[in-house]
């Protein structure tokens, strides 16, 4: 990943609406040209997972200079004419949070030549892009293979079960997917919770590190590390995942946790939740683990 975009990983909430105005179309200096962008798609190589995702911005380049993060689909005006290179990094929402946008560091950029004219749309189609040649996969589990790389903990008072319904598995268009991941805890069972097998020496020098993951849920999911710290075990909760009646992804962010525990090797990631007594049922579900930096 390059400096540059390290620089311009986090966008304030404030600023990304103002770069929303890329141009005023009224604007003296000239009639501007307008680049119209539907969608952005993540195309994966065998060895990187799912190629699903959840690219919601579009963050726009012409002479290395932000025209604007914008939200997709999106037509924007540019005060540019005639050839240009327009380079597109696909943005997402960090910990699924609207106030904290930036272009996802792991993937390439798009870059298209277009000729631009005063007064009319240019569509830019087929925006794919790649997770890079330098990003590390540390741990993968999307549970269609014999074995399971996460599970429950001492602490679970339910399993945690691999589905094959169809109606309830994860699906991506193209792609086999007949497995997913459940757990269900009722009546007096209070608490689930499960954890990497594997321990993960992760990168703490600032470098970005992401969870991606798929899930499904009825009931607040906790996501965090097990850490081992001068030979003590430390739980850190990093994301309380709200209900989610369809399956959703999300990219959490680990880099500030894991600097934070300089002095630790030894990474777990955990997921849980604890049910409220007056709650009779709550599950879960999620699929597409993907922990690279």
Same mark, same amino acid.
């Given at each position: 990943?390059?400096?540059?975009?390290?620089?311009?990983?986090?966008? /304030?909430?404030?600023?990304?609406?103002?770069?929303?105005?890329?141009?005023?179309?009224?604007?003296?200096?000239?009639?501007?040209?307008?680049?119209?962008?539907?969608?952005? !798609?993540?195309?994966? $190589? /065998?060895?990187? =997972?799912?190629?699903?995702?959840?690219?919601?911005?579009?963050?726009?380049?012409?002479?290395?200079?932000?025209?604007?993060?914008?939200?997709? /689909?999106?037509?924007?005006?540019?005060?540019?004419?005639?050839?240009?290179?327009?380079?597109?990094?696909? =943005?997402?929402?960090?910990?699924?949070?609207?106030?904290?946008?930036?272009?996802?560091?792991?993937?390439?950029?798009?870059?298209?030549?277009?000729? $631009?004219?005063?007064?009319?749309?240019?569509?830019?189609?087929?925006?794919?892009?790649?997770?890079?040649?330098?990003?590390?996969?540390?741990?993968?589990? !999307?549970?269609?293979?014999?074995?399971?790389?996460?599970?429950?903990?001492?602490?679970?008072?339910?399993?945690?079960?691999?589905?094959?319904? /169809?109606?309830?598995?994860?699906?991506?268009?193209?792609?086999?997917?007949?497995?997913?991941?459940?757990?269900?805890?009722?009546? !007096?069972? $209070?608490?689930?919770?499960?954890?990497?097998?594997?321990?993960?020496?992760?990168?703490?020098?600032?470098?970005?590190?992401?969870?991606?993951?798929?899930?499904?849920?009825?009931?607040?999911?906790?996501?965090?590390?097990?850490?081992?710290?001068?030979?003590?075990?430390?739980?850190?909760?990093?994301?309380?995942l709200n209900p989610s009646v369809e399956w959703n992804k999300i990219y959490?962010?680990?880099?500030?946790?894991?600097?934070?525990?300089?002095?630790?090797?030894?990474?777990?990631?955990?997921?849980?939740?604890?049910?409220?007594? !007056?709650?009779?049922?709550?599950?879960?579900?999620?699929?597409?683990?993907?922990?690279?930096?």
């Amino acid at each position: 990943m390059n400096s540059s975009l390290l620089r311009r990983f986090f966008l /304030p909430a404030f600023l990304f609406a103002i770069l929303f105005i890329a141009c005023d179309p009224n604007d003296e200096e000239g009639i501007p040209s307008y680049i119209q962008i539907e969608q952005i !798609d993540l195309v994966t $190589l /065998p060895g990187q =997972g799912t190629a699903s995702h959840n690219i919601t911005d579009a963050w726009v380049y012409i002479d290395d200079k932000l025209i604007g993060a914008f939200e997709l /689909p999106v037509t924007f005006p540019v005060l540019k004419t005639g050839e240009q290179e327009v380079v597109v990094y696909a =943005g997402i929402k960090i910990n699924g949070i609207s106030a904290t946008r930036a272009p996802y560091p792991f993937f390439d950029p798009f870059i298209a030549n277009v000729r $631009l004219s005063q007064g009319n749309t240019t569509k830019i189609e087929n925006v794919l892009v790649n997770y890079g040649s330098n990003t590390t996969f540390s741990w993968m589990e !999307d549970f269609n293979g014999g074995a399971v790389s996460i599970d429950t903990t001492s602490a679970s008072e339910t399993r945690l079960l691999k589905i094959s319904d /169809p109606e309830l598995v994860f699906s991506h268009p193209g792609e086999h997917n007949p497995f997913s991941a459940m757990a269900s805890i009722t009546g !007096d069972q $209070l608490r689930f919770e499960c954890a990497t097998l594997n321990n993960f020496d992760l990168p703490k020098d600032g470098r970005p590190v992401f969870l991606e993951m798929h899930y499904k849920n009825d009931y607040n999911l906790t996501v965090g590390l097990m850490i081992v710290l001068q030979g003590q075990p430390i739980q850190h909760p990093i994301l309380v995942l709200n209900p989610s009646v369809e399956w959703n992804k999300i990219y959490i962010n680990l880099t500030h946790t894991l600097s934070n525990f300089y002095q630790s090797n030894d990474f777990r990631v955990f997921l849980g939740f604890v049910k409220s007594p !007056d709650t009779e049922t709550a599950t879960i579900y999620f699929d597409h683990f993907k922990l690279i930096h």
